[in-house]
């Protein structure tokens, strides 16, 4: 067996690929085995077998057939290419892939409009169907009148509007006064409940809070406020107003709602 | 009459000129046809191989890196081409058509038997093996050229054509390449 190491040395080339100093090496490993200079000699001769093999390399001329072949397949290509690009194209034709968005647009926006039930017959909505904080004016047109209370006084002066539907009650206060009066709008809170106050035109002394049973303003000046109410229920039931000065009750009453 | 060089001639093509093509093929064809006839041992299908690679060479030229040298360009492009032809045909192969082999011209009568057992050895290792062995004996490539052929590190090269070599020695051993009595 001889050693890869030699093996190696044995394989290169000395002209080219070995030192002076690996040849040196060579030369002692092959003094020294044999075997290995056996086989160096038997190697020389493959090399040699591969000399003489160069000798005998095979004429050809295949430059015709090559090119005949090239111009053959370019001839086919300008042949086939149209057909293909007909075939192939279509799909890659930005027309069809804008379609192909737009359609895809149209669709996602029917599936996503359908999801919203909008509806686009243009049919206003009964107010009483409303429902939640959302406010819209128009409404309150639509809204059975409960009642429209006035109090009148040297001290104060206030307007309280209320109407009401199946939904909601809404509650348009017009406040007056010189000194700060508190008025109290009180409920039930099984029967109604707070959604929205909004302030219409109030000023920077004026505050209102809202409670589960009562909405509370604390007035000066002139103010406007708008008050809905969550109508939990189709019975009857009263929402009282009231008005005081340094706690004393200036003005009470009572407006009924749910009526019919 | 100035003698173009390669890249010269891959630089005239990609701009329309197939009398260029043409001079590429009559310097290169010997030697791709060589190299494929060695691989595959069946004269045929090195023609035909020898015109795939042709037409491999003129339909990539514009792809052609002119930092390279065409030749090693070339003989990576053949020993892929042959490469792959052998193992889509590894089931088919079989020895004899080692013995079929009628395109080299006989050697004398004393050294015919040695360089068909020479053949028959390259034959029986496996294909990457035996590209590397021709490339280094046959067409006496140097390790770098090799290396930048077969798109791998000069190191792998050598360590690669060392096992190639013990293949081939055993190949050789096999076959009495070494006790033929000259």
């Given at each position: 067996m001889i050693d890869k190491k030699i093996m190696e040395l044995i394989f290169s080339?000395?002209?080219?690929?070995?030192t002076a100093e690996e040849r040196l090496k060579l030369q002692d490993y092959l003094a020294a085995d044999p075997d290995a200079a056996k086989f160096y000699t038997e190697w020389q001769n493959v090399k040699a077998e591969f000399d003489r093999e160069k000798l005998n390399m095979v004429d050809v001329d295949l430059k015709q057939a090559i090119l005949e072949r090239i111009n053959m397949e370019k001839y086919v290509k300008k042949e086939v290419q149209p057909g293909i690009k007909l075939t192939v194209s279509f799909w890659r034709r930005p027309a069809f892939r804008f379609a192909f968005v737009f359609i895809l647009g149209v669709f996602t926006g029917i599936l996503l409009f359908s999801f919203l039930k909008?509806?686009?017959?243009?049919k206003k909505l009964p107010t009483?169907?409303?429902?939640?904080?959302?406010?819209?004016?128009?409404s309150y047109n639509d809204m059975k009148v409960a009642d429209n209370i006035l109090y009148d006084s040297p001290l104060a002066r206030a307007v309280f509007a209320v109407r009401y539907s199946t939904k909601v009650v809404e509650i348009r206060i017009d406040l007056s006064s010189l000194y700060p009066i508190k008025t109290t709008i009180e409920f039930d809170f099984n029967n109604f409940e707070c959604l929205n106050v909004q302030n219409v035109l109030v000023n920077d002394q004026t505050t209102c809070s809202a409670a589960a049973n009562f909405v509370q303003i604390n007035n000066v000046g002139d103010n406007k406020f708008i008050i809905q109410l969550?109508?939990?229920?189709s019975l009857q039931h009263n929402i009282d107003f009231k008005i005081f000065q340094n706690d004393m009750p200036l003005y009470q009453n009572s407006v009924v709602v749910n009526k019919e | 009459m100035i003698t173009k060089d390669d890249n010269e001639l891959v630089y005239e093509v990609i701009h329309g000129s197939i009398s260029s093509f043409e001079v590429l093929i009559e310097r290169y064809q010997k030697t791709i046809f060589n190299i494929v006839i060695r691989m595959v041992n069946d004269e045929e299908t090195a023609r035909d191989l020898t015109q795939d690679i042709f037409i491999k060479v003129f339909e990539k030229m514009g792809s052609?890196?002119?930092?390279?040298?065409f030749f090693s360009w070339i003989y990576r492009i053949t020993a892929n081409v042959t490469i792959n032809y052998l193992k889509s045909q590894q089931k088919f192969e079989s020895l004899t058509k080692v013995e079929k082999l009628g395109c080299f011209e006989k050697p004398e009568v004393d050294k015919e038997e040695r360089s068909r057992k020479l053949r028959l050895g390259l034959r029986n290792i496996s294909a990457d093996y035996r590209l590397l062995v021709l490339l280094k004996?046959?067409?006496?490539?140097?390790y770098e050229e090799m290396a930048e052929v077969l798109e791998i590190p000069e190191k792998k090269v050598k360590s690669r054509l060392f096992s190639a070599r013990e293949k081939l020695k055993e190949e050789l051993l096999k076959n009495d390449f070494f006790n033929y009595d000259r």
């Open positions: 080339d000395p002209e080219t690929d070995l909008v509806d686009f017959s243009g009483q169907d409303m429902k939640g904080t959302l406010y819209d004016s128009r969550y109508n939990k229920n | 052609f890196n002119f930092n390279y040298k004996y046959f067409f006496g490539l140097s």
